[in-house]
């Protein structure tokens, strides 16, 4: 299993996040975290990206436990934030090259790898654009590149459709669905947007710091349209 | 060991082009002091008499006295500024991306700290610059002597910058920070005033001075300034970055979990 998440419980205070959730996603999987505002999606991505440590449970990232072999777990784990984490006076290049240096890679490997993942985001003649002038879907594809240049076997994804139009979120997700083929690159997408997840996707349905359901979407909603299955499940809207 | 290394001058580096993007900031940390070295001093002076003390050697002018002092704020600022601007959200992002790399998070603030170090010296130098085109003039070698009592001086307060930024949810407490931390910091310190001066009205204020880490980082560079050591201002400073920098790396230590408040 790429990514393995055993008896994760979290809590702020008194107030409990996450209560017992575990799940697994395989290698080339793309697995959507699906849950109302609220279920835990954050907590869960914070523990994930070591922000915070885990309180009870485990965490293992490509066989690498997060809490023993931390570094090494972090090697393997590309991720993209929900809020944009570019520096907007920085060319679209030197965004990446920063990151790559943060993982060890620098010189013509870096520039190579670079060119190697805008072009497979179609982002390759933006190379040279400050981040500031990018559009809103530019930006993210900027930040799924860089979460890809160091070839991670794991790739992280919090709402990264979030404020995006209908076309550029519907793009995105095809261009993740089509990573995962091609790559096979794990990922978790966290989302509460039901449109984005296709039949063959792998669901995560987390509400109220528990897994409701996990299994693949065209078994869960069971003919059903998702949204209902979803509204049916948390009591929530889609 | 490579990577780690990769990894710092891209810290760095970035900080350096941050900083070329931010000419208004540079201005800004540049004009602060000039203020004070231009205008207040001028006013001071007439108010001040100040006797010859180590490391001067001769009477001094109230505008020479308050230049290490003005050195130090620009530190001291600079410091607070660059860390606090981690509370502001975008930049907490950007925090969180650094701390995903797979380095040691003490080795990552660390890099950090020396690349907004670095450029707060630069405007250091720059302020000397303009100081010295004023005729306000230091020894030469003390120029270059300075160069480490800057960089240990400027670590100490970013670390306790960033120490701060650890703890603070908000960024309205900046104004919080600002009263209680920067002012009292840069007022009840040798920066504007020798410390017998102090102690001619207050005894107590004397001792408060005394024991605030912000006094030594200005002696320490007010003697590098003339090419002197001043062994208790190096010994005070080394110590308040070793305790900043550890409560730093234990704020942003995810097993402590200060940063779960922020959620």
Same mark, same amino acid.
């Given at each position: 299993?790429?990514?393995?998440?055993?008896?994760?419980?979290?809590?702020?205070?008194?107030?409990?996040?996450?209560?017992?959730?575990?799940?697994?996603?395989?290698?080339?999987?793309?697995?959507?975290?699906?849950?109302?505002?609220?279920?835990?999606?954050?907590?869960?991505?914070?523990?994930?990206?070591?922000?915070?440590?885990?309180?009870?449970?485990?965490?293992?990232?490509?066989?690498?436990?997060?809490?023993?072999?931390?570094?090494?777990?972090?090697?393997?784990?590309?991720?993209?934030?929900?809020?944009?984490?570019?520096?907007?006076?920085?060319?679209?290049?030197?965004?990446?090259?920063?990151?790559?240096?943060?993982?060890?890679?620098?010189?013509?490997?870096?520039?190579?790898?670079?060119?190697?993942?805008?072009?497979?985001?179609?982002?390759?003649?933006?190379?040279?654009?400050?981040?500031?002038?990018?559009?809103?879907? @530019?930006?993210?594809?900027?930040?799924?590149?860089?979460?890809?240049? @160091?070839?991670?076997?794991?790739?992280?994804?919090?709402?990264?459709?979030?404020?995006?139009?209908?076309?550029?979120?519907?793009?995105?997700?095809?261009?993740?669905?089509?990573?995962?083929?091609?790559?096979?690159?794990?990922?978790?997408?966290?989302?509460?947007?039901?449109?984005?997840?296709?039949?063959?996707?792998?669901?995560?349905?987390? @509400?109220?710091?528990?897994?409701?359901?996990?299994?693949?979407?065209?078994?869960?909603?069971?003919?059903?349209?998702?949204?209902?299955?979803?509204?049916?499940?948390?009591?929530?809207?889609? | 060991?490579?990577?780690?290394?990769?990894?710092?001058?891209?810290? %760095?580096?970035?900080?350096?082009?941050?900083?070329?993007?931010?000419?208004?900031?540079?201005?800004?940390?540049?004009?602060?002091?000039?203020?004070?070295?231009?205008?207040?001093?001028?006013?001071?002076?007439?108010?001040?008499?100040?006797?010859?003390?180590?490391?001067?050697?001769?009477?001094?002018?109230?505008?020479?006295? $308050? %230049?290490? !002092?003005?050195?130090?704020?620009?530190?001291?600022?600079?410091?607070?500024?660059?860390?606090?601007?981690?509370?502001?959200?975008?930049?907490?992002?950007?925090?969180?991306?650094?701390?995903?790399?797979?380095?040691?998070?003490?080795?990552?603030?660390?890099?950090?700290?020396? !690349?907004?170090? $670095?450029?707060?010296?630069?405007?250091?130098?720059?302020?000397?610059? %303009?100081?010295?085109?004023?005729?306000?003039?230091?020894? !030469?070698?003390?120029?270059?002597?300075?160069?480490?009592?800057?960089?240990?001086?400027?670590?100490?307060?970013?670390?306790?910058?960033?120490?701060?930024?650890?703890?603070?949810?908000?960024?309205?407490?900046?104004?919080?920070?600002?009263?209680?931390?920067?002012?009292?910091?840069?007022?009840?310190?040798?920066?504007?005033?020798?410390?017998?001066?102090?102690?001619?009205?207050?005894?107590?204020?004397?001792?408060?001075?005394?024991?605030?880490?912000?006094?030594?980082?200005?002696?320490?560079?007010?003697?590098?300034?003339?090419?002197?050591?001043?062994?208790?201002?190096?010994?005070?400073?080394?110590?308040?970055?070793? %305790?900043?920098?550890?409560?730093?790396?234990?704020?942003?230590?995810?097993?402590? !979990?200060?940063?779960?408040?922020?959620?």
């Amino acid at each position: 299993m790429s990514l393995l998440v055993s008896d994760l419980s979290f809590s702020y205070g008194s107030k409990t996040a996450l209560d017992g959730v575990s799940f697994s996603v395989g290698r080339g999987q793309f697995a959507a975290l699906l849950g109302p505002n609220g279920a835990g999606k954050s907590t869960l991505f914070s523990l994930l990206t070591r922000l915070f440590v885990t309180q009870g449970g485990a965490i293992s990232i490509a066989g690498h436990d997060l809490k023993a072999a931390p570094l090494a777990a972090m090697a393997d784990l590309g991720v993209v934030f929900q809020q944009t984490t570019l520096d907007l006076d920085l060319t679209v290049r030197q965004n990446l090259r920063y990151f790559a240096a943060l993982h060890g890679i620098s010189g013509r490997d870096a520039d190579n790898r670079i060119d190697t993942a805008l072009d497979r985001l179609g982002m390759a003649e933006r190379a040279g654009e400050k981040a500031r002038g990018l559009n809103g879907g @530019h930006r993210r594809r900027t930040e799924i590149a860089r979460a890809l240049l @160091h070839d991670p076997k794991v790739l992280l994804l919090d709402e990264p459709t979030v404020g995006l139009d209908a076309p550029t979120r519907a793009g995105l997700t095809r261009h993740i669905h089509d990573l995962c083929t091609e790559t096979g690159v794990t990922v978790l997408w966290a989302t509460h947007l039901t449109d984005e997840v296709l039949d063959t996707d792998q669901v995560i349905l987390l @509400h109220r710091g528990k897994v409701l359901a996990d299994g693949q979407c065209g078994n869960l909603r069971n003919k059903r349209p998702l949204p209902d299955y979803f509204a049916q499940m948390t009591g929530a809207p889609a | 060991m490579k990577h780690a290394l990769i990894a710092m001058r891209a810290i %760095v580096l970035r900080e350096a082009l941050r900083f070329v993007h931010q000419r208004e900031r540079f201005v800004a940390a540049l004009v602060r002091p000039l203020v004070w070295l231009l205008v207040f001093a001028a006013g001071f002076r007439a108010a001040l008499g100040l006797s010859i003390t180590p490391p001067y050697q001769t009477y001094i002018t109230y505008e020479t006295y $308050i %230049v290490p !002092g003005l050195c130090g704020m620009i530190l001291l600022f600079n410091g607070m500024q660059s860390s606090l601007s981690l509370v502001y959200d975008r930049e907490m992002g950007s925090m969180r991306l650094l701390l995903t790399a797979p380095l040691s998070r003490a080795w990552l603030l660390f890099s950090k700290l020396l !690349g907004s170090t $670095i450029i707060s010296i630069l405007q250091v130098y720059a302020f000397l610059l %303009v100081a010295w085109l004023f005729d306000i003039t230091l020894p !030469g070698w003390g120029y270059l002597a300075a160069l480490p009592a800057l960089l240990l001086a400027g670590l100490m307060l970013g670390a306790l910058g960033l120490a701060l930024s650890s703890f603070i949810k908000q960024l309205e407490n900046f104004a919080g920070v600002m009263n209680f931390v920067i002012f009292p910091m840069f007022f009840l310190s040798s920066a504007l005033y020798p410390l017998w001066k102090m102690a001619e009205s207050s005894e107590l204020l004397h001792d408060i001075c005394a024991a605030n880490p912000f006094t030594h980082a200005v002696e320490l560079i007010r003697f590098a300034l003339y090419v002197e050591v001043n062994g208790m201002a190096l010994v005070w400073t080394t110590l308040a970055t070793a %305790v900043f920098m550890a409560l730093a790396v234990w704020g942003y230590d995810p097993a402590r !979990g200060m940063m779960t408040r922020k959620g």
